[in-house]
Every structure is written in C-alpha cells, then in structure tokens.
C-alpha cells in the first residue's frame, strides 16, 4: 500500500543567522529613547489662573505705555536724543534726532457728552450725538471721574486725574470701596474696547504719563449726569 504525499506551501526565506540569505521583510525602526514625545505634564488650575493674571497685567502696562507713546504724538512731548547716543552700540535709531515741535494730529474731542444713570446703576452715554449705548456700573463710573473737570489742564479739555484721584472719584460715583490701581487699568481696558465696539475711537481716553488719564472731553459739553 502506497502513501499519499500531501503537497507543502513553500515558505518564504528568512535572514535568521545561518539561514538562507533570500530577501526580508525590514522592521520598522526603533526610535531612540530620548526622542519619544512626552506628555505635557497637567498644570492645575491655579498656575493657569496664575499665567492669565500675568499675561493681563502685561497687557496694561503694554497699553499704557501705548497711550504714552499716542500722547507724545499727539503733542509733541518728545525731546531730540542725548549727545553721542548711540542706541546701545546698534546705530542711530530711525527718526533720532526729530524734535515734534507741534501738534502732529488734531485732538479728537468729545463735545457732547450726554449720561443717565438708571437704577441698577448703569450708566447711558451718549458722545457726540450719536446713538446711546449702555455700560456696567464700575465702567459708567469711570468714565464719569474721567470726564470730570478738575480745573487742572493747560487746553481746552477737562483736567486729568492720578489713580489716587480716579478711585477716590469711583468710589464715590458707585457708593462702595474705592478700587485699587490695578483694577483702575482693567476698566480702563474694559471701556475702550466698549468704546471701540460702539464705533468711537479708544484714544479718547488720554494718558498723560506724569498727571494721568481723562476722557478728551471739552469743558462744559456734558448735557446731563
């Protein structure tokens, strides 16, 4: 009696040592252990809040040091360079040397200026004859001690006013606690992207870096408090 042979599928040739040396199958590299990603660590909430808190107060003080630089434009505070100024070995800066000697852009002034208080206290300003538009009570505060003449100005607009002055004048426009300075420079950030959200130029509110901020507000333009 015979046997059958059950016929066998060739296998393919492996590069094992001492094998055949017929092509292979290339494995994917390995990556080196040093270059594998890694996850971010988890940061809690409060190192989040605390970064925000910074990013903030750079923030003001990048918008202050802006209205600095608007108000020298605007009038010509700015004085020629020192003799043999060099910008620290870079070269002459580009305009030094360039005195203003005048005001370089008319100011744009409020000429009319027309607020409601409602119960809430919120505050409804109208500037200029244009349409009316509504602030939360610590905003319509600010901008009634920025808009208040104080006797102390040179032009033809309002007085400006320290921090020191503004939150004394806050907090009685609110009847609670005087604000600090810090919060002063979020609400003046706070009302001039309300400002510029109602179609009105934020540089309405000055910023003089020695006597401090008003709103460009003519004497004896406000129509109703």
Not at 10 to 21: I, L
Not at 67 to 76: I, K, M, P, S, Y
Not at 113 to 130: A, E, F, I
């Amino acid at each position: 009696m015979s046997r059958v042979r059950t016929p066998q599928t060739p296998q393919p040739p492996t590069n094992a040592p001492g094998g055949s040396n017929g092509p292979s199958t290339p494995s994917r590299p390995s990556a080196p252990a040093g270059n594998l990603p890694r996850r971010p660590p988890r940061r809690s909430v409060g190192d989040l809040l605390w970064e925000l808190k910074q990013l903030h107060n750079i923030a003001v003080r990048l918008e202050e040091r802006i209205g600095d630089l608007f108000w020298d434009l605007n009038h010509g505070l700015t004085h020629p360079p020192a003799a043999g100024a060099n910008n620290g070995g870079r070269g002459p800066r580009p305009g030094a040397g360039r005195t203003l000697r005048s005001t370089t852009a008319p100011v744009a002034w409020v000429t009319k200026l027309t607020t409601q208080q409602r119960p809430d206290g919120s505050l409804l300003v109208s500037l200029n004859g244009k349409a009316s538009f509504l602030l939360q009570p610590h905003l319509g505060a600010l901008l009634l001690a920025l808009a208040e003449d104080t006797g102390m100005s040179k032009d033809e607009g309002v007085g400006f006013k320290t921090l020191r002055d503004l939150s004394v004048r806050i907090g009685k426009h609110t009847g609670g606690r005087a604000p600090t300075p810090d919060t002063i420079n979020k609400y003046v950030c706070k009302l001039r992207k309300q400002l510029c959200r109602t179609g009105l130029q934020s540089d309405i509110i000055q910023t003089h870096r020695r006597l401090g901020r008003r709103l460009a507000v003519r004497r004896s333009s406000r129509a109703g408090a």
